[in-house]
């Protein structure tokens, strides 16, 4: 195998077998924590916060230490990249001592660039456009409760909620990699952007999925494998709470519009939540939410990205599967 510098920056960054490899090789390390040992040393990885975190940042930092690394965890406060100093030379600096860089931060772009001037992996640990190590652990989690990563194919998920957010975006993406019927359901103006939505349709024909994008929520839900929600008030959008709240009201998630799903359809929603708003308790604290699986998978997820991305890098195929 050629060794190669591969980075998870958006879902689609991986196709259909790498997807499918990563989730595979998080089942691994769903069964044994210490299944690989890739970062052995220690090796350090910088994982860098320009936003709050509390799933992203535990689970990086254990992740990393169960691979046999050192966590360096950076956040804007303490660090000169918050205070200005270019990406470029940030990326530079501890391109030289760590062995992957985990970042979440705003713009897309900003993440775009660190990659380019990195020669080591570099994992989106959420953007205002794509949050992937999150969705990974979403379908880690279908595949937990379906009886394996084969299962994910020709299923049906629906996302009801803001459309145009991180979240949306990385299920059209991902799900269109995984070969699924994503449905994406928001008010007007808050619908995803029609580039990304062509990239998930082209995505999806080449994978036997299919892409859908409305305006009515029970239309997403109906016969859905998986319902999923997010805030309707993402990081960085807090002033437009006032003007969030009103458009939202029919795309709350609860028992009625469960109801519409199938009998056996799962609830997932990435956390932290607003119970009353884009979710009710009886639906995220009741039988069908597997919430506190999916914050666990976040966890096993990104050590099998993490492995996977050193394994190209190295171009050692063992670590791979
Ligand atoms: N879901 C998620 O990314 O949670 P945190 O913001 O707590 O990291
Ligand atoms: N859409 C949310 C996801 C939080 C994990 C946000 O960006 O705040």
């Excluded at 860098?48 to 965890?73: N, Q």
């Excluded at 062995?99 to 897309?108: D, K, L, N, P, Y």
């Excluded at 205002?128 to 190590?133: A, E, M, T």
């Amino acid at each position: 195998m050629k060794a190669q510098l591969r980075h998870m920056l958006r879902d689609d960054d991986v196709n259909h077998q790498e997807q499918k490899q990563i989730l595979q090789l998080g089942m691994r390390f769903r069964e044994d924590r210490f299944y690989r040992r890739p970062l052995d040393g220690p090796q350090a990885v910088a994982v860098l916060f320009d936003k709050p975190s509390t799933r992203t940042r535990s689970s990086f930092s254990i992740g990393v230490a169960e691979l046999g690394g050192y966590p360096l965890v950076i956040d804007k406060s303490g660090s000169q990249l918050g205070r200005g100093e270019p990406i470029a030379d940030t990326t530079c600096v501890l391109t030289r001592m760590a062995s992957a860089i985990v970042w979440r931060t705003f713009g897309q772009d900003r993440i775009e660039e660190m990659a380019r001037h990195s020669s080591v992996p570099v994992i989106n640990a959420l953007t205002d456009q794509f949050h992937p190590c999150q969705v990974l652990a979403d379908f880690l989690t279908i595949a937990q409760w379906r009886g394996g990563v084969d299962a994910l194919k020709g299923m049906t998920i629906s996302y009801v909620g803001d459309g145009a957010n991180n979240m949306a975006n990385s299920y059209l993406l991902a799900g269109a990699t995984a070969g699924m019927d994503v449905r994406i359901a928001g008010p007007n103006g808050f619908l995803p952007d029609e580039r990304i939505v062509r990239d998930a349709r082209r995505i999806a024909a080449d994978n036997g999925g299919d892409i859908t994008v409305t305006t009515d929520p029970r239309a997403a839900v109906s016969g859905s494998d998986c319902v999923f929600t997010d805030t309707w008030v993402s990081m960085g959008e807090e002033s437009e709470y006032a003007i969030r709240s009103k458009p939202f009201w029919d795309y709350q998630v609860n028992d009625g519009l469960m109801g519409l799903a199938k009998p056996d359809a799962l609830f997932q929603h990435c956390l932290p939540a607003y119970r009353g708003k884009e979710v009710t308790s009886s639906v995220i604290d009741g039988p069908r939410s597997v919430v506190w699986d999916e914050a666990e998978n976040r966890l096993h997820a990104q050590k099998a990205l993490m492995t996977w991305l050193v394994g190209c890098q190295r171009g050692d195929e063992s670590l791979l599967a």
